[in-house]
Nanobody, 122 residues
Framework: QVQLVESGGGLVQPGGSLRLSCAAS????????MSWYRQAPGKERELVAT??????????ADSVKGRFTVSGDNDNGKITLYLQMNSLKSEDTAVYYC?????????????WGQGTPVTVSS
């Protein structure tokens, strides 16, 4: 059974930094993509950043380019996803979700975490 557990959210002042983590358990794929999404109050969930394996390629939403960095660790199959968020703005306030998509041809399998809230406010 796959579980994704996010942590690291909280209250931060504008211009500050936070690091989110997403610990995956039971996720045993060699070909996968892991992403951070966010959903602000009254808005649709949006993609923030993705990292793929194998290869480690990344991509970002335009709104976070240059400020956020996505990375991941794979320690003997134990996968942890990170999102380093710098120069935070009030518009970054949202619940941040981790998503993992495992690919095993011909299917793909998607899993979501429960979310961690981030509030950027003075």
């Amino acid at each position: 059974q796959v579980q994704l557990v996010e942590s690291g959210g909280g209250l931060v002042q504008p211009g500050g930094s936070l690091r989110l983590s997403c610990a995956a358990s039971g996720f045993s794929f060699n070909n996968y993509a892991m992403s951070w999404y966010r959903q602000a109050p009254g808005k649709e969930r949006e993609l923030v950043a993705t990292i793929s394996s194998p290869g480690g390629s990344t991509n970002y939403a335009d709104s976070v380019k240059g400020r956020f960095t996505v990375s991941g660790d794979n320690d003997n199959g134990k996968i942890t996803l990170y999102l380093q968020m710098n120069s935070l703005k009030s518009e970054d306030t949202a619940v941040y979700y981790c998503k993992a998509v495992g690919r095993r041809w011909p299917r793909s399998y998607a899993y979501w975490g429960q979310g961690t809230p981030v509030t950027v406010s003075s």
